[in-house]
């Protein structure tokens, strides 16, 4: 990352409201070369370019923090991908306790390198966790047990609130990143969320620094235990499912 890149990162952060320290900076900067590095043998993103990166990936998942649902919080990534929004959120608020879920295991095993080497910091990053949602939420240790579950368009929001819903605590927060186009799958979602133990569904319309780009967050607060009959397998689920948006 140039001066020029960890300035606009600096600044772009402040616009929304964060006050990034120099070992936070000096992180996340180590993430986005070693993420542009490892990509040129997997496939990690498709966003190449350096200041597309923290544009898209580090602005859009660090815009979550405002809401301050995350200090001190268990915090699982469902699909976590290339580590976002989960690593950039534990970068940048570092008492999050952390567990990044992927169903494929060369991410985690790069992820789990990245935190412990590159980005030094092996400690508060709880699991690695691979497999599919819908089985690991039946697991004792893992059900209801994340006090904010987030993911970023793994799904469309039917799929995705019965994927992350069964890890939330009663009391806890389900968090969906979104496109601002995604008005038909939230309506279509609201009565599954209330059967999940959900209250209706709130959307934020938020906007990238230095961008004309508008992206949502849907927050559903659990207010009931999850029945056991969810979630079901991964093929009911996509059942007349729309496509995600995002």
Same mark, same amino acid.
């Given at each position: 990352?140039?001066?020029?890149?960890?300035?606009?990162?600096?600044?772009?952060?402040?616009?929304?409201? *964060?006050?990034?320290? @120099?070992?936070?900076? /000096?992180?996340? $900067?180590?993430?986005?070369?070693?993420?542009? %590095?490892?990509?040129? =043998?997997?496939?990690?993103?498709?966003?190449?370019?350096?200041?597309?990166?923290?544009?898209?990936?580090?602005?859009?998942?660090?815009?979550?923090?405002?809401?301050?649902?995350?200090?001190?919080?268990?915090?699982?990534?469902?699909?976590?991908?290339?580590?976002?929004?989960?690593?950039?959120?534990?970068?940048?608020?570092?008492?999050?306790?952390?567990?990044?879920?992927?169903?494929?295991?060369?991410?985690?095993?790069?992820?789990?390198?990245?935190?412990?080497?590159?980005?030094?910091?092996?400690?508060?990053?709880?699991?690695?966790?691979?497999?599919?949602?819908?089985? *690991?939420?039946?697991? @004792?240790?893992?059900? /209801?047990?994340? $006090?904010?579950?987030?993911?970023?368009?793994? %799904?469309?929001?039917? =799929?995705?609130?019965?994927?992350?819903?069964?890890?939330?605590?009663?009391?806890?927060?389900?968090?969906?990143?979104?496109?601002?186009?995604?008005?038909?799958?939230?309506?279509?979602?609201?009565?599954?969320?209330?059967?999940?133990?959900?209250?209706?569904?709130?959307?934020?319309?938020?906007?990238?620094?230095?961008?004309?780009?508008?992206?949502?967050?849907?927050?559903?607060?659990?207010?009931?235990?999850?029945?056991?009959?969810?979630?079901?397998?991964?093929?009911?689920?996509?059942?007349?499912?729309?496509?995600?948006?995002?």
């Amino acid at each position: 990352m140039t001066k020029e890149q960890r300035d606009y990162l600096a600044q772009g952060l402040h616009q929304l409201g *964060l006050n990034p320290d @120099e070992r936070a900076l /000096e992180r996340l $900067d180590r993430y986005l070369e070693a993420l542009l %590095a490892q990509n040129q =043998v997997m496939n990690l993103t498709a966003i190449t370019d350096p200041w597309e990166v923290i544009r898209l990936h580090f602005f859009d998942s660090a815009a979550l923090l405002p809401t301050r649902a995350f200090p001190h919080k268990r915090v699982l990534d469902v699909g976590t991908g290339a580590g976002f929004p989960g690593l950039v959120l534990k970068i940048l608020e570092p008492t999050i306790s952390l567990t990044l879920l992927d169903s494929t295991k060369k991410r985690l095993d790069w992820l789990q390198r990245l935190c412990e080497e590159a980005l030094e910091m092996p400690q508060g990053v709880e699991a690695f966790c691979h497999g599919r949602g819908e089985v *690991l939420a039946r697991e @004792e240790e893992q059900r /209801e047990g994340y $006090d904010v579950v987030v993911s970023r368009a793994v %799904a469309s929001m039917p =799929v995705l609130a019965e994927l992350c819903l069964p890890f939330v605590k009663v009391g806890g927060l389900f968090l969906a990143m979104k496109s601002n186009k995604t008005d038909q799958e939230i309506d279509a979602a609201r009565d599954l969320i209330a059967k999940l133990g959900g209250q209706a569904p709130y959307v934020m319309d938020y906007k990238l620094p230095d961008t004309d780009i508008f992206h949502r967050l849907v927050t559903v607060h659990k207010q009931a235990p999850t029945p056991e009959r969810y979630p079901r397998s991964w093929a009911k689920m996509k059942e007349g499912a729309a496509a995600p948006g995002r």
